[in-house]
């Protein structure tokens, strides 16, 4: 007893003291994952150690994980979970008082100022951009509220949050906040217990589509008309693009006029095979995709996340979630289109625009016409290009939101 005692602490200390043998990759060097690397950060400090087993692109482990952060994973009878993954509420929410400059109204920017206001965390895990340029990510780990609010608003592009990691063990950090999309928070999870941390929270918001640092130039150009302006955009749920300029104003692009030919091949290969849109691991996610609207989109996953709402709830307006229409035909008649790059003129996609969004889906239906979209398209994009990991990669939900749909080989 005594020895099997002994063995296990040195055996603990033995893991804890080989990841620090391990060293982390120059940014130019290849990464394990090759192309289908989102840059999560992982594996530039010495969690690297871990990469095979915690990266979200060498290893899919959404259910395993989904048990350990939530104590249960998504129920496969449930066509809610299939979606929306593990959680206890949804609500739609906006800030009465909203932050000027953040992405929505900054419910995700409060939720962390709140937590370092009461003395809940010690700091927390943000991107800020770089001094010279609006939209490159940095990586921080915020100790105060102006750090966080440094932080608002979307970096569109592939950002290493989790570069910092090596930081949180040195600095002595234990109770910690980080912010994240879902490739970084399921990389995060599987290290979580090798951070010395005695409390981790995590708030996530739902992601897609995202692009390297180029690809979002090229992205501005084909679609602005003024890209070096643009201080932040949004695929809104009146399926229009928002772009808000730096002199206040906005332009809005309908999707059915993007140049999805010019447009395909921008987007990660890491983006093109992700099946975590709605960041499953988080404890709270904030996205907007489930509203209607102008509101935010807030789903509580567990105790903790819904820890964290309750210390903004009194700066929040709410409502229940709603859903209305049918999205399962515009979403089977969008599969061969965006295979095939087809482009409408602008004034047929600006009708389009106008007639979907008065007759289209709404609210919880929109989200689940984004996921069908995404998970069928990305379905297609995995198993011609990486057959081999087909099985292993889709997860069991995602699967099942794919077979409701005809695709082509
Ligand atoms: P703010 O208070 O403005 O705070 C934004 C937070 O996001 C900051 O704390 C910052 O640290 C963090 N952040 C910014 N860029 C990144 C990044 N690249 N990686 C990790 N963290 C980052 N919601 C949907 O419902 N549907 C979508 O399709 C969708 N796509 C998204 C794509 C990306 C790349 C990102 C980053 C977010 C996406 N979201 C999506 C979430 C949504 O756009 C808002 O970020 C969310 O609703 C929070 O708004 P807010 O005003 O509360 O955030
Ligand atoms: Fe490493 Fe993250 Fe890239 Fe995977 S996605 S190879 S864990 S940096």
Redesign the pocket.
Known sequence: MLWGRCSSKYIAKFMTVAHFKSKGLKRSSP???KA?????????TYY?HY?KE?????NQQVAELEQQAHGQSRDLDSEDDWYFGVHQQMLTARKKDPIPGAQWTGIVSTIGIEMLNRGLVEGVVCVQNTPEDRFQPMPVIARTPEDILAARVNKPTLS?N?SILEQIEQSGLKRLLVIGVG?QIQ?LRSVQDKLGLEKLYVLGTPCVDNVPRDGLQKFLETTSKSPETVVSYEFMQDFRVHFKHEDGSEEQVPFFGLKTDKLKNIFAP?CMSCFDYVNSLADLVVGYMGSPYGWQWVVVRNETGQEMLDLVMDQLKTQPVMSEGDRKSAVQNSIPAYDKGVTLPMWAAKLMGVVIDRIGPRGLEYARFSIDSHFTRNYLYVKRNYPEKLEGHVPAYAQKIVEQYTLPD
Do not use: Q
Not at 36 to 44: A, M
Not at 54 to 58: D, E, K, N
């Open positions: 990464r394990p994952a289908l690397c989102s840059d999560c950060g992982l594996c530039d690297i990469v915690a990266c979200a692109f060498l290493p989790l490739c990389a890491s």
